[in-house]
């Protein structure tokens, strides 16, 4: 099966530019995550779905961030305006459904995301 | 709240010998464990992952963990490390709400 798919894989950006990422999930998967992952650590959940509804965006900045997933398919992951601490790789990821922990993730290979 | 340490952050170890990688994690229920690999400039792999019964989980790529509910642990070991070996080394737990909690990583270094 083709894995989750994300683009750009890279972008540099100036501070207070505007950047989207987007994200296609694994074909039925119902839940699709967007995960921040700044060098030297661990990935941080930005936001939940489940179909096209937010389960979770507590840890998202909303005065900046923003994220939607139409259809409840593709997600795009929004910035604006960026700042030098947004510099990091942004990971989407998808599961089968929600309460199937066996069914586990599937991350995409990432966006790098460089603010200057 | 859970939370994951990753007790080490770099681990060099020189080929074919054996490794472990630590993780200790923070819970008041019952969690599910999991331990991913990610090479440069690629996402997250699952290697394995701990749900119940056997406390001892294979994995892919000959790697093995052991969950210890006592020392909340769930180290990550391999008999073996190959060079390809390299590459950094996430431990998480997941929550109530299907949400993957990470430690900070481990940095494994294979030398030849």
């Known amino acids: 099966e083709a894995g989750v798919a994300q683009s750009p894989r890279y972008k540099i950006i100036e501070k207070r530019q505007s950047v989207a990422f987007w994200c296609n999930p694994i074909?039925?998967?119902?839940?699709l995550y967007w995960y921040q992952q700044i060098l030297g650590q661990g990935p941080k959940l930005l936001i939940q779905?489940?179909?096209?509804?937010?389960?979770?965006d507590s840890q998202l900045p909303k005065d900046r961030f923003s994220a939607e997933r139409l259809k409840g398919v593709d997600s795009t992951l929004k910035i604006q305006p960026a700042k030098l601490e947004d510099s990091a790789v942004y990971l989407c990821a998808s599961s089968l459904r929600p309460g199937q922990p066996n069914y586990g993730y599937t991350f995409g290979s990432g966006t790098r995301l460089t603010v200057v | 709240a859970q939370s994951v340490t990753q007790l080490d952050s770099q681990v060099p170890v020189f080929e074919e010998a054996p490794v472990e990688l630590r993780c200790n994690y923070s819970s008041s229920v019952s969690v599910y464990l999991f331990w991913y690999v990610q090479y440069p400039n690629q996402g997250l792999q699952l290697l394995l992952k701990y749900l119940s019964g056997s406390t001892l989980v294979k994995g892919i790529n000959g790697f093995e963990a052991e969950f210890n509910k006592s020392q909340t642990s769930f180290h990550l070991r391999k008999p073996s490390v190959h060079i390809s070996d390299t590459a950094e080394y996430f431990c998480a737990v997941m929550t109530g709400s299907y949400q993957l909690t990470f430690g900070k990583g481990t940095k494994l270094s294979v030398i030849p």
């Open positions: 779905f489940q179909n096209n509804g937010v389960v979770d």
């Open positions: 074909s039925g998967h119902a839940t």
